[in-house]
């Protein structure tokens, strides 16, 4: 059998400031980090066979998009509006099941930068939530 598991039990949480974390509500998607190493041209005269030469340069880890139910007015709702009036990095927690049975956190900081609603006329309503990933990731057992 496959060693696979699927996402639900899946949590998002943002800290504010010296608030205590909260949990958001009716996820249905979550992205995680993609960090990309930048490559930096190191290219000089001698470069043999002329050929340009490249070093490993910063990581950025990106952006990253969660999925949820739309409810206007909920908790949920009013702290990622409280998220997007911050002048400073929010801290995310983004815990996964694992097929250990341990769920594995993604902790970093982030801005969260858009909340795109839709309302569709025979559908839920859902929206979008992104968040660029302001600096360094932790990824560690829940719990360590």
Known sequence: MADVTIGH?????????????ALLGQ????GLPNPQIADVEATHFQSPDRAREYIPGLKDNGEITIGINYD???A??????????????????????????????????????????????????TATI????????????AGA
Do not use: L
Not at 9 to 21: D, E, N, Q, Y
Not at 27 to 30: F, K, L, M, S, Y
């Open 76 to 125: 949920t709702d009013t702290v990622v509006n409280d998220a997007m009036a911050e002048t400073a990095p929010i801290e995310v927690t983004i815990s996964i099941p694992t097929v250990s049975g341990t769920n594995q956190e993604f902790t970093f900081p982030g801005i969260v930068k858009g909340y795109e609603k839709a309302i569709p006329i025979d559908d839920r309503q």
């Open 9 to 21: 039990g899946s949590t998002v949480s943002f800290k504010i400031g010296a608030a205590a974390a």
């Open 130 to 141: 992104t968040i660029r990933v302001a600096g360094a990731v932790t990824q560690a057992a």
């Open 27 to 30: 996820v249905t998607a979550i």
């Open 72 to 74: 206007a007015g909920s």
